[in-house]
């Protein structure tokens, strides 16, 4: 929850390619206050059956900006180990195109800020939402 000295972060991961949201991927949480200075790690989360870390820890009064940090490489892993189980004969390279997913973005004190990730395989896209 954001007071009038901080603001609030919030997150959702969906996988576009299964249509599903994105279960226990594990997020990290970054501040900072001011372009140069340094990033200090708050903690983590990772998401729950309907893809939303629901836990992330509060920022410090402060704070200008905000990184989110997806390690997406074990939930794609483990997806396609289990899609193996279930066809081996559609086996593909096992190579992650992107292992984790940074996304940083500016904070204002007061606001909340939800920021959805919408994860594929090859690609992903992030927005502002509500």
Known sequence: ????????????????????????????????????ADWQALGGSATDADGRCKDLPALPEGTTHVRLDFAVEPYFEKKQADAQQDA?????????????????????????????LLLNPFGYSVYRGS
Not at 20 to 31: D, E, F, M, Q, T
């Open 1 to 36: 929850m954001s007071t009038s000295a901080t603001a609030s972060v919030s997150t959702h991961i969906l996988d576009t390619s299964a249509g599903r949201p994105a279960r226990g991927v594990a997020v990290h949480l970054l501040a900072r206050s001011g372009r140069e």
């Open 88 to 116: 081996p004969a559609n086996r593909d390279s096992g190579a992650v195109f992107f292992p984790e997913v940074a996304i940083t973005f500016a904070v204002t004190p007061g606001e909340h800020y939800h920021v959805p």
